[in-house]
């Protein structure tokens, strides 16, 4: 009896010991406190001037790869790159998986490739966390011009006036509509509910719009209405004013009246899918929509326009992934010059040819179909990555917003009690 | 002189386990004793402790409200399904234990699930029971529709779009999948029983009915006690499921929130690795007071 309570306990104990795993290969002190910077590794010394074509070397690049589409795109910018700098030997490290949970243990282990994505969604834990390279000095002593970067994307990779990575491409949410049942569309958001009043019960539609249950979208209308997550300097909620209030309200009077369904209500995966099947005339995605509709459903006719201007006049807001270098890479020289190249205007035009992404900065060439989203990077805010913790709030959010939708109760006050409680949480 | 032959017997049998040994504490206690002491830590993956906090890591995940969530979350999947999956792990091991024609082809075939990847059978379950899947198709056909209807579902019910059959959804697919586990080990515990003990019961006038309830059910406590406990550590460990059907975020609305869920969000997504830790001691905590409460239900499990 006691061999078994023994073992039991052991088996509680390895639960444990596998839940608390990515601590052990941490251990403390094994890597400095994030000083070293680009000074202490190379010619990027402050004051000289850097010149990429002298660096010479090898830098692994880690990526994740959502179709073969993009790894082709990556690998077309890679050729650019090695015939332009045949001295610096780029090897690509697609990372299968999680990609984020991938690269936090390999944070923790230092063992980590050089030069790899960060997504807009994580960018302000992982520069908090001290993951990052500041690029500020190659930047300056380069001469590397950031200026036509839409300040949308690249505002998102900043952080106490550092710079932590360059937009790799970006994204704005845009309004795509069934050019069959809409013929112009909507330009304001009067205009969108009358023209979602007049499409009710049209074609197979269920629902005049989709909508995601989220700030994923949401925070475009909100800002559109003159209302906001947080005040001007990011210091405390502003989701509780007046303006704010009447926007979560507006966006969940699209459901109480009739005018639009969730996804989950439709019984769609996403509104892209709503929009594809006719399920919907009306949905708020990306660039990325262009490319399901012509894989999944190339026979709907549809176009992207901008998002309706609210009282706050035309907003949207942007999604994008920089590139980053790692704090603890030995290779720092040679992973900038990577990096120059892929978000300077040669490598992006070269990546973004691909037809899977869309320029962050406005001398890249846009691709065909995609003129509404870069219209849209003009005036686009950030749409995740301005704060740390934000998953935690869009899930706050989410959770109200969706507990209001399934209890036909479409109240706002429960929705911004629980997005304030969880940013006060948050910023505190 | 046969002292000594028994000690150095004993010495060859630590010499036999010293390795698996030494991998074994340095490898499962080491590893939990250092997240112990992780728990009490601001901790940064990369530059490791930050500032110590003492037991402010433990105040937070008792007064965060999805803490609760997930702990009730978690209470409710255990206490549902690993009663059910016994149920039907044993009604199938006694099925099985019958001299029945292709007896081996039934075995085999009701252990399947447990061995195809957790990962691919939750996609395939999420695509069965998708407003426009199978599920909703078939239950159509057959005109089970207005029951489901009194009960609240209607005809294109999104089973794990809807918080309130997100969990029981997650629930009946490891009830299916783990039943076959629990089978064999059913399996093995049936065999363990003498036949005489039947014997006896028949000639006492027992019938198949009385025969279960009377002989088979009692004797089967030790395997009751190990199915149970297994099943109940593995309960509270419910994770890949729910992070496929209900993402990090254990949509919809915290309906599939786990403990486990609940610490890789700490882990990853938050990168708070001592919070994250703190989360594995109460976990640790939780299945150990579970575990101690079953050995005292059950009782004493040696077999007479």
């Known amino acids: 009896m006691r061999n078994r309570l023994l073992t039991l ?42 010149d990429p074509s002298t660096i010479s070397g090898e830098v692994t690049l880690g990526a994740w ?65 001290g993951f990052l390279e500041p690029l500020d000095d190659y930047i300056a002593n380069q001469g590397f011009d950031t200026s036509t970067f839409y300040p949308g994307y690249a505002d998102v990779f900043k952080s106490d006036g550092k710079t932590f990575g360059l937009p790799k491409d970006g994204n704005t ?35 005049p719009l989709c909508i995601n249950p989220s700030l994923d979208r949401g925070l475009a209308f909100l800002y559109a209405q003159g209302g906001s997550l947080l005040n001007a300097d990011n210091t405390a909620a502003a989701i509780d004013t007046a303006e704010s ?142 704060m740390p913790g934000y998953s935690d709030v869009l899930k706050a959010f989410g959770d109200a917003f969706v507990a209001e939708v399934t209890n036909e109760t479409y109240s706002a006050d429960p929705v911004v009690a629980a997005t304030k409680a969880k940013i006060d949480e948050v910023l505190q | 002189m046969k002292r000594v032959g028994e000690r150095q017997e004993a010495l060859a049998g630590y010499a036999f386990i010293a390795v ?11 590893t939990t004793l250092y997240a112990f002491f992780i728990s009490l830590w601001d901790w940064n993956i990369r530059r490791g402790p930050e500032e110590f906090l003492g037991l402010q890591n433990f105040e937070r995940i008792l007064s965060d409200p999805i803490f609760q969530s997930a702990i009730r979350n978690s209470i409710y ?55 426009d899947g199978l599920f909703n198709e078939i239950r159509g056909a057959l005109g089970l529709n207005p ?12 089973w794990f779009g809807d918080y309130r059959t997100a969990m029981n959804s997650v629930i009946i697919l490891n009830a299916w999948t783990t039943s076959g586990t629990f ?50 550590i593995g309960g509270l460990q419910l994770f890949d499921q729910a992070l496929i059907a209900g993402s990090s975020n254990g949509d919809p609305n915290n309906s599939l929130m786990t403990i486990v869920l609940y610490l890789y969000n700490a882990a990853f997504v938050q990168l708070n690795f001592g919070y994250a830790a703190a989360v594995g001691v109460v976990l640790f905590l939780v299945i150990f007071t579970a575990t101690l409460i079953q050995r005292r239900l059950f009782g004493d499990t040696q077999p007479a």
């Open chain 1, 245 to 386: 209030k009447a926007a979560v309200q507006w966006y969940l009077d699209l459901v109480k009246n009739g005018l639009a369904m969730t996804p989950s209500q439709l019984g769609d995966g996403w509104c892209g899918e709503a929009l594809g099947k006719g399920d919907s005339a009306i949905v708020f995605e990306g660039g990325w929509l262009k490319g399901a509709m012509d894989n999944d459903f190339p026979d709907m006719n549809w176009a992207f326009a901008e998002v309706p201007a609210g009282s706050a006049g035309k907003v949207t807001i942007t999604y994008t992934a920089a590139y980053g270098i790692a704090v603890d890479s030995e290779n720092k020289d040679a992973a900038w010059v990577v990096m120059q190249y892929l978000t300077g205007t040669e490598g992006m035009q070269k990546w973004t040819e691909g037809g899977i992404a869309v320029p962050s900065r406005s001398d890249v060439p846009v691709p065909a179909g995609f003129e509404v989203i870069v219209a849209g990077a003009e005036y686009a805010k950030p749409g995740s990555g301005f």
């Open chain 2, 77 to 131: 999947y255990t206490a549902i399904w690993v009663p059910l999956t016994m149920a039907i792990g044993l009604f199938l091991a006694v099925v099985v234990n019958q001299k029945i024609r292709g007896r081996t082809f039934f075995r085999a075939a009701f252990y399947f699930p447990a061995i195809a990847s957790s990962a691919a059978i939750t996609v395939l379950w999420i695509f069965l029971l998708q407003p």
């Open chain 2, 20 to 30: 698996p040994m030494v991998l074994f504490l340095v490898l499962n206690i080491g």
């Open chain 1, 65 to 129: 790869e959502s179709s073969p589409a993009e790894g082709t795109a990556l690998e077309a910018a890679l050729a650019g790159f090695a015939a332009k700098y045949p001295n610096i030997k780029v090897t690509q490290e697609t990372v299968a998986g999680d990609y984020r949970v991938q690269m936090v243990t390999n944070f923790g282990s230092g063992d980590v490739p050089d030069i790899f994505y960060v997504n807009a969604e994580y960018a302000p834990e992982w520069m908090r966390e």
């Open chain 1, 173 to 207: 949410i845009a309004m795509a509509y069934n050019t069959d049942l809409v013929t112009t569309p909507p330009a304001t958001l009067a205009e969108l509910t009358t023209a979602a009043e007049g499409l009710k019960g049209q074609g197979t539609l269920k629902a």
């Open chain 1, 9 to 50: 306990g052991m088996t509680a104990a390895f639960v444990l010991a596998a839940c608390g795993g990515g601590g052990g290969s941490s251990a403390p002190g094994t890597s400095g406190p994030g000083a070293t910077g680009p000074a202490a590794t190379g010619p990027a010394g402050t004051g000289s001037a850097f």
């Open chain 2, 147 to 158: 029951l489901f209807q009194a009960i609240g579902y209607g005809p294109n019910h999104n």
């Open chain 2, 183 to 232: 089978m064999l080990f059913y399996l093995a515990s049936l065999q363990s029983i003498s036949n005489d003990v039947y014997e006896a019961a028949a000639i006492d006038g027992a019938g198949p009915w009385d025969a279960f309830w009377k002989v088979t059910f009692p004797l089967l406590k030790p395997g009751h006690f190990f199915v149970a406990t297994v099943g109940v």
